[in-house]
Each structure stands twice: as C-alpha cells, then as structure tokens.
Nanobody, 128 residues
Framework: QLHLVESGGGLVQPGGSLRLSCEAS????????IAWFRQAPGKEREGVSC????????YPGDSVKGRFTISRDNAKNTVYLQMNTLKPEDTAVYYC?????????????????????WGQGTQVTVSS
C-alpha cells in the first residue's frame, strides 16, 4: 500500500519561494504518475502540476506556469514542487497524489478522479 507524506509548507511572504516534498513509502514511486493539487478554503481542489513515469510534466493554464516546477527523484522516492514568486492567491493546502497506470507510457492528469492515493496535505500561506 502506497503511503504519501507531504512536507515543506509554511508561511512565506509574497514573492518568496517554497519547495514542497512528497515522500512515498510502501512502494516505489517510479511506477506511478504523480500530481500536486491544492485546495483553498471554500474552493474546489485544483491540479497545479503532474509528472508521469516518463518524467513528462503537465501544468494548468497561466495560474502557476513559469512559477511552479514539479520534479521527481526516484532514488529518494520523492516528488518535489518548487514554488517561486509566490502570491497570496497561492495560499492553500497542497496535496500530492499518485496513480499507478496500466501503461507506463500513460500521461499524467490534473483531475482528482484519476488518482487513488493521496497524502494528508501541507499548508502553504502566502502573506505579508
């Protein structure tokens, strides 16, 4: 059973940076597509990036493009989300999620229904 634990959240000023980590146990992440989602109070959970087994990445529209970077270190069984130039609207609980696809070439996805393994989340607050 795959177990995911996020870390690295916290309080940061606008324009600052954070790096979130998603560490896995119980299985090796190199067999999984991984995504980062976030959920702000009163809003739906939204995908901010995903990375496939092939290491190809997907980002949503303009909300995080050029500011967030997802990466994976299979040797450490960890996926990262580097967040730069943070804005107050980035404030949310950030979750990582994993899905073992039937085909290793399957692309990742930014919809919550695709994933069946979730971490508990880490709070990111961007405020001065």
């Amino acid at each position: 059973q795959l177990h995911l634990v996020e870390s690295g959240g916290g309080l940061v000023q606008p324009g600052g940076s954070l790096r979130l980590s998603c560490e896995a146990s119980g299985s090796t992440l190199d067999n999984y597509n991984i995504a980062w989602f976030r959920q702000a109070p009163g809003k739906e959970r939204e995908g901010v990036s995903c990375i496939a087994i092939s290491a190809s990445t997907t980002y949503p529209g303009d909300s995080v493009k050029g500011r967030f970077t997802i990466s994976r270190d299979n040797a450490k069984n960890t996926v990262y989300l580097q967040m730069n130039t943070l804005k107050p609207e980035d404030t949310a609980v950030y979750y990582c999620a994993a899905k073992r696809p039937l085909l290793v070439v399957a692309p990742c996805a930014l919809r919550t229904t695709y994933y069946d393994n979730w971490g508990q989340g880490t709070q990111v607050t961007v405020s001065s």
